[in-house]
C-alpha cells in the first residue's frame, strides 16, 4: 500500500492533486488538505508529476 506524504510547508491548496486523483485520495476542507482512503491509491503518481509546489511524496 502506497503511502502519500504532503509537504504542508510547500502546499498552496491549489487543488490540483483533489481534482487530478483518479482514486479521489485527496479532500480539503477548511483550507487543510487531507489524505483520505490511501488505500485506493493506484500508484498512477499523478499527483506527484502535476502538484505544482512539488509537496506530493507517494512512496511504495
Ligand atoms: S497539488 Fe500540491 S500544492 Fe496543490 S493542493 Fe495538492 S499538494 Fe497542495
Ligand atoms: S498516485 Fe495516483 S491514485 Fe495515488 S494518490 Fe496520487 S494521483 Fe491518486
Known amino acids: 500500500?502506497?503511502?502519500?506524504k504532503?509537504?504542508?510547508a510547500k502546499c498552496d491548496r491549489c487543488k490540483t492533486c483533489v481534482e487530478i486523483c483518479p482514486a479521489s485520495i485527496f479532500?480539503?476542507?477548511n483550507k487543510e488538505l487531507n489524505v483520505v482512503n490511501s488505500q485506493d491509491c493506484i500508484e498512477?503518481?499523478?499527483?506527484?508529476?502535476e502538484c505544482p509546489q512539488s509537496a506530493i511524496q507517494v512512496i511504495i
Do not use: K, P, S
Open 1 to 4: 500500500m502506497a503511502t502519500i
Open 27 to 29: 479532500e480539503l476542507h
Open 44 to 49: 498512477c503518481y499523478a499527483c506527484e508529476e
Open 6 to 8: 504532503i509537504d504542508v
